[in-house]
């Protein structure tokens, strides 16, 4: 007995976890799954190693070594066809002796470092920060569009459900009038002809009730791959969870606007570190000879600091300025044309939800009064008073009034979705 008790109790744990499924648990496996996001993640890992590469290249110390050999023969050289030599005669033919002394024999390594190049190391950062910034608002908008698109699909989905269970009621409704007209049938008051019709309507909602069913099978799949999880089995969803959210301080389209406009001045800094002026100290040790003989007496050492100073480059810099300008003006004109957008979008989805309310007051005061006529005729029909045509027309325009409410329902949730996507 114990062990039939405790079968039991977690036989029901086992299927009201895997049954029970609400909005919040699609869209956090969206979100996780997402490749997109988990890319995202990755190039932001990289934009930070960036930075240790940017102050890598522009404060470190860059060491390397070099070799040489170089042999400047020369020919006809004495009576000598080749000859490596530094007195060549007057008609020998090769380089000049003044240029290559008859070879170059180098073994060194070199050390060079930038000097006084803080503010081009900061303009590359700042770049760099930026770029990051713009991955992390695409995520930020790739996270928003999975909601939304999650939301969408588990309210459809939760309309079929709807329909499947007022359907399966009306069902069984009229199931039991049909037990009722066999009665009366039986008993003369009503004819056959009224059971037939009432029977084949029973058919035809059991039909309506498999093609529902068969949608919110698809619809719940869908629910599935849009969250890119293994498709499992679900008896029923939560009612959708979600509230209209309040103004937030700062649009998402400002942050973005600010962040394509910080992108263009970055690269336009960054652009004009080649006209600022560099220093670079170097320093070298090892051999260089230009003459094999007492070679090994040819070990020693340099040093020296190099000046970069940029004077002319055809007006490239005042170019680019005016294009930088030009990128930022364009901005502007998308960010206002943005900001009217979105609180016009705002006030028409707010007029909307506005007059569904409105109609659905109304409609639940029509349905009463027809759950009402309904009872009535429930009660005409035991007793054979009316036609079954006239109750299924009952029933007809009681279902037809109850659909449209589920799909006002519905709408009412798709817009506080539109209006949660757009009021961000």
Not at 230 to 240: D, F, M, N, T, V
Request: proline fraction near 2%; charge should be neutral.
């Amino acid at each position: 007995m114990r062990l039939t008790i405790l079968f039991f109790f977690l036989l029901t744990c086992f299927v009201n976890a895997q049954e029970v499924k609400n909005l919040d648990f699609f869209k956090e496996e969206a979100i996780q799954n997402t490749p997109v996001l988990k890319d995202n993640g990755n190039l932001q890992k990289i934009n930070e190693i960036q930075n240790s590469i940017i102050l890598a290249q522009n404060k470190a110390f860059q060491i390397n070594a070099t070799s040489d050999i170089l042999v400047a023969p020369y020919f006809n050289n004495n009576g000598k066809i080749v000859d490596v030599t530094t007195t060549p005669s007057a008609n020998a033919f090769g380089y000049d002796i003044g240029i290559t002394n008859g070879g170059l024999y180098s073994a060194q390594i070199n050390v060079t470092k930038n000097l006084f190049n803080q503010a081009i190391t900061d303009n590359l950062l700042f770049q760099n920060k930026i770029a990051n910034n713009t991955i992390t608002l695409s995520s930020e908008e790739i996270n928003h569009n999975i909601i939304k698109n999650i939301t969408d699909a588990y309210i459809l989905t939760y309309q079929l459900q709807l329909q499947e269970e007022f359907t399966k009621e009306i069902l069984k409704d009229l199931e039991k009038r049909l037990q009722v007209v066999e009665l009366l049938v039986k008993r003369a008051v009503l004819m056959e002809s009224d059971y037939l019709l009432l029977q084949l309507d029973i058919e035809g909602k059991k039909l309506e009730l498999q093609q529902i069913q068969n949608n919110l099978k698809t619809s719940i799949n869908q629910l599935y791959s849009l969250s890119g999880t293994p498709i499992g089995s679900i008896e029923k969803l939560e009612a959708p969870n979600f509230n209209t959210t309040s103004k937030p301080s700062r649009f998402f389209y400002q942050k973005k606007f600010e962040n394509d406009s910080l992108q263009v001045v970055a690269n336009q800094k960054v652009f004009e570190n080649q006209y600022k002026p560099q220093v670079t100290a170097y320093a070298n040790t090892g051999l260089n000879a230009v003459e094999i003989p007492n070679i090994y007496r040819r070990f020693g050492a340099s040093a020296g600091l190099r000046l970069t100073i940029p004077i002319y480059d055809g007006k490239q810099r005042k170019y680019n300025a005016q294009q930088s300008l030009l990128k930022e003006e364009s901005l502007a004109f998308y960010r206002d044309n943005s900001k009217i957008q979105v609180n016009n979008n705002i006030k028409n989805i707010e007029q909307q939800i506005q007059a569904l309310n409105d109609n659905m007051v109304l409609l639940n005061k029509q349905l009463e009064k027809q759950q009402n006529i309904l009872e009535i005729y429930k009660g005409k029909l035991v007793q054979g008073q009316i036609s079954i045509v006239d109750y299924l027309n009952v029933i007809q325009n009681y279902k037809l009034n109850s659909y449209t409410k589920l799909q006002m329902q519905t709408n009412y949730w798709l817009l506080q979705s539109q209006y949660n996507f757009i009021n961000w």
